[in-house]
């Protein structure tokens, strides 16, 4: 006869240790939960340990100790697909995929494109191509939460509008640590009506569009080419001269001469240099020439100083479908994101021979090399777990 299982060693007095704790010292050790999802299922334990993981000073004080949990990344496909915006899982044994579907948006999910991301949150804008190429007006926004399948539909600022930009700007944090949110969203939007006058307007949550006053940092459409995101701002260049800064909390330009890097001549159209961040959150500005990566770092000091750098025909090396030949031209840069970008090599439109795009990555934290199976579009778009934590009442063992 098969006897009973013996208890886990240690498990009987672990427990009751944790039942004898007071409430502070249970906070402490529950503040050291490694992973937002860690945490909810360990508000699943007990009532006890879910009215202290429910506690607005608690879930602050855990949001100032921990990095926000990453969803994934959404990026938009190839030019003119018609799939939609696409969701890549951080960990897919964490995050299904299914989950974070956009098919809950009005209109087919092929007919938006995602233009920038925040927090939980995505803007969207609606890409009726026949209509901006006519230029009878900027298309509707959706501001959407994928995870909660919930969203709000935004018309723009003003009528007749012949170009422009939109952006999530934060929210002051509200008790729990919690910043932006479906309920609580800012949206700064630059645009012209063709008289060339710059505009910016901030549309808040549960109100209209109201007229933001313009400062000398605002760039204009003209001769700007937006370089990416990074440390919760965007970054701008200006005729290859000037570096202007979008501060994502406050919605503010701030704008300051451009680091002598060793970028070279400005191409609105083949721009060969991007701003990014590492795991740090700290930006950084990436250059390819030459067939050489190079990232740059800012000082303590504001100044830009050179951090790493990669000979692109070297680090593929061994990679398959490697050609030497792939790199007699530039690389065309193909995607920029969080610690990495995708490259191709110009040489793959020149000769017809090579018909398969060559595509690779490059991890802007080790610099090493691997093919890149996909066309991710010109930029992917992080997005986070939604905070505070949904801890349902019903959790009562």
Known sequence: MTGR???????????AAMDVMDDDALCLVLERVD??????????????????????????????????????????????????PVFVPSSPSMVDARHLSLDFLPNDPGAWTVVDSRGSLLLLLLLLMDMRLLGNGFPDMVICEPLTRRFEIISPPAEHIKEGRSFLIDVTANETGGGISISNFRVLCMFHCGDG????????????????SICHAVPNFHS???????????????????????????????????????????????CNFFVTELRDGKPRIVTVSHCTLK??????SGEWALEKSVLLWQSTRGLPGYNLLFFHYDQDILTRGTGSVILSPWSVVLCPQFAEKWRYSINLETMEAERASCDMGLMVYRCDLPWPPVLHAHLDR
């Open 224 to 270: 700007t080419k937006f370089l990416g995101r990074a440390g919760g701002s965007r970054y701008f260049c200006v005729e290859g001269t000037s570096l202007v800064i979008l501060d994502g909390s406050t919605g503010d330009f701030t704008s300051s001469v451009f680091p002598a890097i060793g970028v070279f001549d400005f191409d609105m159209e083949r």
């Open 197 to 212: 006058v710059m505009h910016t307007a901030m549309l808040t949550a549960g109100s209209s569009w109201s007229e933001k």
């Open 35 to 84: 992973s937002h999802v860690s945490l909810i299922c360990a508000a699943a334990v007990c009532k006890r340990w879910r009215r202290a993981i429910a506690d607005a000073a608690f879930l602050r004080r855990y949001r100032s100790l921990h990095a926000p949990a990453v969803a994934g990344e959404f990026h938009n496909g190839a030019w003119r697909s018609n799939e939609g």
């Open 295 to 300: 990232v740059f770092a800012r000082l303590g």
């Open 5 to 15: 299982r013996p208890p886990i060693q240690g498990f009987g007095s672990a427990r």
